[in-house]
């Protein structure tokens, strides 16, 4: 599905949007946004505010369509304001293959750099690093536990969308029941506020729902696939599955349906790729809980531009949350959220 990228929202529309779709989906409860509203386009008063800047994003990794559509979004925001943008990430979301590149930005020595981390504390020293030399360093999506480190934050509100995809997976098994949980694994900011959200949700409303210990798959589809498919065979009474990304949600969709319990083992999913919206329309995945990496794209540029020129950078800035279902996903205004494969998508 090809996606219109949205206007920006502020934080009461992202409210607004949410709510739509936990009507569709008969959730109980509405999370709120993130704590601040979004930054607009209007924080940089010239076309060419960026003019002869140079910026860089490094992405958590290239094979994710959610990056896919951040890079769009700060291209889209890059050539708004003449910045020269460079675009880099890992072929897996990894430490290890993100590392080097960090090292190779703090040789390099753009301007800016807009980076979202693979781990919330491990690449400290190569964030350091490039901090110490001077580039202006802006966080998307992910982060890290170091609050000296970033002038800006930019993310979703991670542990609403774990409480929301708790409501909604509850609604959908008839709150009683057994749930698997699929997260990437531990250590990232984004996907562990995810979890403790859906935890919080679950063990404070839902006392008929046991939960099982949460299961890594390495951001590996096919992890996943096998994890999922686990479980249904050692708990015959599972009911239903949490996935915390866009491999995740892969693969547990893959491994219900392997399993022939495509409709009876419900799902509750994190972003919204096209292969997750096929997923929905055949019943396989009930819920898929888009974020905005879009936006979240253009304002780490506008970010990068405003610490470049002397404006005023907003610390922390909520991107919105939409849950997309069965009922809920042709609409336009819920539809344009799905991500992208290519920015000519």
């Known amino acids: 599905m090809s996606r219109g990228f949205p206007a920006r929202v502020t934080g009461l529309a992202t409210m607004m949007v949410v709510a739509v779709g936990l009507s569709a989906c008969s959730s109980s409860t509405s999370p709120s946004a993130g704590s601040t509203s979004t930054a607009t386009s209007s924080a940089t008063s010239s076309a060419a505010a960026g003019a002869g800047k140079s910026v860089e994003l490094i992405v958590g990794t290239k094979s994710d369509d959610f990056y896919v559509t951040m890079e769009c979004g700060a291209q889209a925001e890059a050539a708004k304001l003449g910045v020269k943008l460079t675009v880099n990430g890992p072929p897996d979301f990894s430490v290890s293959e993100q590392a080097p590149i960090l090292n190779a930005v703090a040789v390099a020595k753009p301007d800016a750099l807009i980076v979202a981390p693979t781990s919330a504390t491990a690449l400290d020293p190569e964030l350091q690093r490039i901090q110490g030399e001077g580039i202006k360093l802006i966080f998307v999506d992910t982060d890290s536990s170091d609050t000296s480190l970033g002038l800006s934050r ?77 479980d249904i065979t050692a708990h015959p009474d599972l009911s239903g599955v949490f996935a915390t990304n866009v491999l995740s949600a892969q693969g547990a969709a893959t491994g219900v349906d392997h399993a022939g319990k495509s409709g009876a083992v419900k799902l509750a999913t994190f972003d919204a790729d096209p292969q997750q919206i096929q997923a929905l329309k055949s019943n396989t995945i009930q819920l898929a809980i888009a974020q905005d990496p879009f936006l979240e794209g253009e304002d780490g540029v506008i970010q990068a531009v405003n610490a470049l020129t002397g404006k005023t950078v907003t610390a922390n800035i909520g991107t919105p949350l939409v849950a997309i279902t069965q009922q809920n996903m042709t609409q336009p205004s819920v539809s344009k959220y799905v991500y992208v494969s290519s920015c000519s998508s």
């Open 154 to 230: 930019i993310t979703s509100d991670n542990t609403g969308g774990g409480k929301l995809a708790a409501d909604s997976l509850a609604t959908a098994i008839g709150g009683k029941g057994t749930v698997a949980v699929i997260n990437v694994m531990p250590g990232i900011s984004t996907t562990d506020a995810r979890i403790q959200g859906f935890d919080q949700e679950m063990a404070a409303k839902y006392p008929n729902i046991k939960v099982l210990p949460v299961q890594y798959d390495n951001d590996s589809a096919a992890t996943a696939a096998t994890q999922v498919e686990g």
